[in-house]
């Protein structure tokens, strides 16, 4: 059955980086479009990036844009979230999410399935 | 671009229905029938309910049903269980620039 398990979380001082794993099975990240959505304590989802499955786009929230990079290694079926000049703001669990198209255009219908998360603590 | 509003919270006693709107704009919601809705338990993976706006995935109950007007989508929940009571998001396609909404979220108590 699918199945995402994200690791790499911790705690990182402001200004620093981590780089979160996504280990996918069940199926191919080279089929499927894969996301990283965060939730902040006490706050709602937001939703971070996107890696397109043939890896050909990567779109990104403005809160990630310009320090966050979405990668991917299909040898391993695994995606990543390199993210750099950390802030206290991006204190959140992160998860990765499995996309699901609506047929092009529409490069997103919705997410069929979710990880349980790593928790990611910007300390000042 | 500004996240769709939810309602920070709804109630309802077992076996009663409960409406929770979300409300974005025609660069979301109003513009594609790509709205999805999420159960999340504290603490778990959230889960779909909910996609393409009226669409239910699989293993979902019939308790749950979406609909859609203007820049308004809608989760109704029939029949209320115990079991339903956790946090709902609603999240749509916006364009390829900001490509994914999440509504802020609201948060379902079962009296």
């Known amino acids: 059955q699918v199945q995402l398990v994200e690791s790499g979380g911790g705690v990182v001082q402001t200004g620093g980086s981590l780089r979160l794993s996504c280990a996918a099975s069940?199926?191919?990240?080279?089929?499927?479009?894969m996301h990283w959505v965060r939730q902040a304590p006490g706050k709602g989802l937001e939703w971070v990036a996107y890696?397109?499955?043939?890896?050909?786009?990567?779109l990104y929230a403005d809160p990630a844009k310009g320090r966050f990079t979405i990668s991917k290694d299909t040898s391993r079926n695994t995606v990543y979230l390199q993210m750099n000049s950390l802030g206290v703001e991006d204190t959140a669990v992160y998860y990765c999410?499995?996309?699901?198209?609506?047929?092009?255009?529409?490069?997103?219908?919705?997410?069929?399935?979710w990880g349980q998360g790593s928790l990611v603590t910007v300390s000042s | 671009q500004s996240a769709p509003t939810q309602p920070p919270s709804a109630s309802g006693s077992p076996g009663q229905s409960v409406t929770i709107s979300c409300t974005g704009s025609?660069?979301?919601?109003?513009?594609?029938?790509?709205v999805s809705w999420y159960q999340h338990h504290p603490g778990k993976a959230p889960k779909v309910i909910i996609y393409?706006?009226?669409k239910r995935p699989s293993g979902v109950p019939d308790r749950f049903s979406g609909s859609k007007s203007g820049n308004t989508a809608s989760l109704t929940v029939s029949g209320l269980q115990a079991e339903d009571e956790a946090d709902y998001y609603c999240?749509?396609?916006?364009?390829?620039?900001?490509?994914?909404?999440f509504g802020g979220g609201t948060k379902l108590t079962v009296l």
């Open positions: 069940g199926f191919s990240v080279q089929v499927y479009g």
């Open positions: 999410a499995r996309n699901i198209w609506g047929g092009p255009p529409i490069l997103f219908s919705y997410f069929d399935h």
């Open positions: 393409e706006v009226t």
């Open positions: 890696l397109r499955s043939d890896g050909s786009t990567e």
């Open positions: 025609s660069s979301d919601i109003g513009g594609y029938n790509y």
């Open positions: 999240s749509s396609f916006a364009g390829t620039n900001n490509l994914v909404v």
